[in-house]
């Protein structure tokens, strides 16, 4: 039998993007389809690559309309799903790809989202790595050949009934630099990240800073300082790594690609850390993932083989000069970085094959 599902802000390109992959799905049936502002429209025509779902036609976004399908999928702007997911039945599987359920700190919520704060809910990257019961300094993971992660929130996935999946940005943070903080071969306190953004993060919206004109031939950086609502969630997925105290400077830099993530992570080695033990973590905490894939030694990711697929790829150095290990993550911000993610968490909760409707091949040329 298949599960019926629902997808909020299917209009916008989060939204297009969970189509596009659910159309695939062999055991999901997208049923359902809600709008604001494009409700009544036929689907295609905000979505005209989507041909095989031609057929729908979307609908306002209410919970009555959501209401009476197994599994809804929330792609909407931040701050507007908490209210409607407040009135789903308790028995639905909620998939939130807004920042609405991230945050467990209500003041950080406070501090760079603002308005109603609703909880957090299960996270829905299921590489995320948990910290050791007792960790242990770093010389006790150099002397051993068989690191083994000691939990993953792939076993918080399996047991929700909802699901916040995480920011882009913080992804591609995250899974460049988690392997280090987790081992304790990096200080935490000490974390830059640099990345190179497509503009269709920001979201299917006409302003100035978007248009073609002011984006082809040029870079540029916002929202610098430490003022992108990705911090505290990034510092968020290193305390649940092991980081006791994590400080990171992020700066993201939009650049004429539509979509897409790089990022550069570097953090201060701990004393004593060689670029082994440094491999060694990386490869131990990627070895089986199927999604994420550790690049070998000297080689580092290219964004445009990861567009469509739901695979992170990872690239490692060692500037000996700086002390600093330098980690390059590439993903596709709407696929791995949300939709894929989205679907991804969501065949763990329901019992299906992780992998499942997924691909880890991208586009080319």
């Known amino acids: 039998m298949s599960v019926s599902v629902a997808v909020a802000g299917a209009s916008g390109y989060a939204g297009g993007e969970l189509l596009r992959i659910l159309s695939a799905h062999p055991e999901f049936e997208v049923r359902t389809v809600t709008a604001f502002s494009n409700a009544g429209k036929p689907l295609v025509a905000t979505q005209p690559h989507l041909r095989s779902l031609a057929h729908l036609t979307l609908s306002a976004t209410t919970a009555e309309v959501l209401r009476g399908h197994d599994v809804v999928f929330l792609a909407l702007p931040h701050g507007q799903s908490g209210a409607i997911t407040a009135e789903l039945d308790d028995d639905t599987l909620v998939v939130d790809c807004g920042a609405d359920h991230r945050l467990t700190d209500e003041s950080a919520w406070a501090a760079f989202y603002g308005g109603e704060y609703h909880g957090a809910w299960t996270y829905g990257l299921p590489e995320l790595l948990h910290a050791p019961p007792a960790p242990g300094a770093a010389e006790e993971w150099r002397d051993v050949d068989d690191i083994v992660a000691q939990g993953r929130q792939r076993t918080e996935l399996a047991s929700t009934k909802r699901i916040a999946v995480p920011g882009c940005n913080v992804t591609a943070v995250t899974l460049g630099i988690q392997p280090g903080v987790q081992a304790g071969l990096v200080e935490s306190d000490d974390i830059v990240a640099v990345l190179s953004v497509g503009p269709s993060g920001a979201g299917k919206k006409l302003e100035t800073t978007y248009l073609a004109s002011e984006i082809m031939g040029s870079a540029s950086a916002y929202a610098v300082g430490g003022k992108h609502?990705?911090?505290p969630e990034i510092q968020q997925n290193l305390?649940?790594?092991?980081?006791?105290?994590v400080k990171v400077s992020?700066?993201?830099?939009?650049v004429p690609m539509s979509r897409g993530i790089l990022a550069t992570t570097t953090a201060r080695l701990a004393p004593g850390v060689t670029a082994h033990d440094v491999r060694l973590a990386w490869e131990q905490a990627y070895a089986d993932e199927p999604f994420v894939h550790l690049l070998p030694e000297g080689?580092?990711?290219?964004?445009a083989d990861t567009i469509g697929a739901n695979t992170a790829l990872v690239g490692?150095?060692?500037d000996e000069a700086a002390g600093r290990v330098v980690a390059v993550t590439a993903l596709d911000n709407l696929a791995k970085g949300?939709?894929?993610a989205a679907v991804q968490s969501a065949n763990i909760a329901l019992g299906f094959p992780e992998t499942l409707g997924l691909s880890v091949d991208g586009v080319a040329p």
């Open 299 to 303: 080689v580092f990711p290219r964004v």
């Open 229 to 231: 609502r990705h911090v």
């Open 316 to 318: 490692i150095a060692v």
């Open 250 to 254: 992020f700066t993201p830099v939009l």
């Open 239 to 245: 305390r649940v790594a092991g980081a006791a105290d």
């Open 338 to 340: 949300t939709g894929g």
